[in-house]
């Protein structure tokens, strides 16, 4: 069970994918860094690291802020302590986001289509 202090990325999520997805791919990373044997990459970590983005990126711009926080929540995702291969939970944590970021481009590529449709004929 995730403790309720911790943020969740719903509503991060909530603005990138249709609301299935970003339910689903937010449980799967409160659960993922909520896995036993986890010592530093965990929900403490991320909300740090989330901390840390509200004092000192101040400076940025809101899309700069929204990829800051997309990075913080995939950036550690995957975690195996057997893992032998240097950086492979690093690529196996990219591999996360290219799948959560194909359901983006999917729902945004539907939704733009859906648009065009009612908007301008020519354009499907």
């Known amino acids: 069970m995730t403790p309720t202090n911790f943020?969740?990325?719903l509503p991060l999520l909530s603005h990138l994918a249709p609301p299935p997805a970003a339910e689903k791919q937010s449980q799967q990373?409160?659960?993922?860094?909520a896995e036993p044997g986890r010592h530093y990459h965990t929900l403490t970590h991320v909300?740090?690291?989330l901390a840390g983005l509200e004092t000192h990126g101040?400076?940025?711009?809101?899309?700069?802020?929204l990829a800051v926080q997309l990075a913080?929540?995939?950036h550690d995702v995957v975690n195996?302590?057997?893992?032998?291969?240097?950086?492979?939970?690093?690529r196996e944590s990219v591999g996360w986001w290219r799948g959560f970021a194909g359901l983006m481009v999917g729902a945004f590529v539907a939704f733009l289509t859906s648009c065009c449709?009612?908007?301008?004929?020519?354009?499907?």
């Open 72 to 74: 913080v929540w995939f």
């Open 117 to 124: 449709a009612i908007q301008v004929p020519q354009c499907v």
């Open 29 to 33: 990373l409160l659960a993922a860094y």
């Open 47 to 49: 909300s740090c690291m």
């Open 80 to 90: 195996d302590a057997r893992a032998t291969e240097v950086g492979g939970n690093e």
């Open 58 to 65: 101040t400076h940025l711009t809101e899309s700069e802020r």
């Open 7 to 9: 943020p969740t990325p």
